[in-house]
């Protein structure tokens, strides 16, 4: 079942703006990550903000987690062209090694116009 | 290259036969897992494996197995191909679940016709 949802399903930018991605989940989580896919490859883990964690930043990534909303947002700053991806938002309900693996959103294609 | 290596990259298969994607990493991670991504759907966990000799069902195991008789090799055996299995699938690893992120395979596009 599908727990995270990623608002919006696209978004198209201008290079050097920034770009902001929101996900909403239904359920008790340990952890939240970020995740992006090229067109026609495999994911690439961004970030992982844990539970009793608000915001984090990563270079020009910031995330932030509201538990109490179960909600989280991703922004990109000074986008640039090779930013243009998919992004996901994965939850993780696994504490101390659990086994339940990570429930995806459907994503945002992110484009970023030159 | 340190990572996850899934093979074949691409497949095509008929209706009925059987085959092995398969998926190796070298990194030591005791878990490992395996999803399929259809569109508009985000990704599904099929199976998972938390260690050597143990595997266990995901949210969408029908028509599929697994063993994982080393820690490196999780491989996915379809058993009798249908087009409703037509997917991109990925395998991915984690040192620990729930304290850090997956390493994802390429991924191997399948078609069932």
């Known amino acids: 079942s599908q727990q995270g949802e990623e608002d919006p399903q696209a978004l198209s930018i201008q290079e050097g703006e920034n770009a902001t991605m929101n996900c909403s989940y239904k359920?008790?989580?340990?952890?939240l990550q970020w995740y992006r896919q090229n067109s026609g490859r495999g994911l690439v883990h961004l970030i992982l903000?844990?539970?009793?964690?608000r915001e984090k930043h990563s270079g020009r990534l910031r995330v932030t987690l509201d538990t109490s909303k179960k909600s989280s947002s991703l922004l990109i700053t000074a986008s640039r062209a090779a930013d243009t991806a998919s992004y996901f938002c994965?939850?993780?309900?696994?504490?101390?090694?659990?086994?339940?693996?990570?429930?995806f959103g459907k994503g945002t294609h992110l484009i970023i116009q030159p | 290259n340190a990572g996850v290596t899934q093979t074949p990259k691409f497949q095509v298969l008929k209706t009925g036969q059987s085959m092995t994607l398969q998926c190796a990493q070298d990194?030591?991670?005791?878990?490992m897992s395996w999803y399929r991504q259809d569109p508009g759907m985000g990704l599904r966990l099929i199976h998972y494996s938390v260690g050597a000799g143990i595997t266990d069902q995901g949210e969408v195991p029908n028509g599929y197995n697994v063993s994982r008789s080393t820690t490196e090799d999780f491989p996915l055996r379809l058993l009798s191909a249908a087009p409703s299995q037509t997917s991109v699938y990925f395998c991915a690893s984690s040192y620990r679940t729930g304290y850090y992120g997956y390493t994802f395979g390429s991924g191997t596009r399948l078609t069932v016709v």
């Open positions: 994965a939850t993780d309900a696994n504490s101390g090694g659990g086994a339940d693996g990570l429930t």
């Open positions: 359920t008790s989580i340990n952890n």
């Open positions: 990194m030591n991670h005791e878990y």
């Open positions: 903000i844990r539970s009793n964690e």
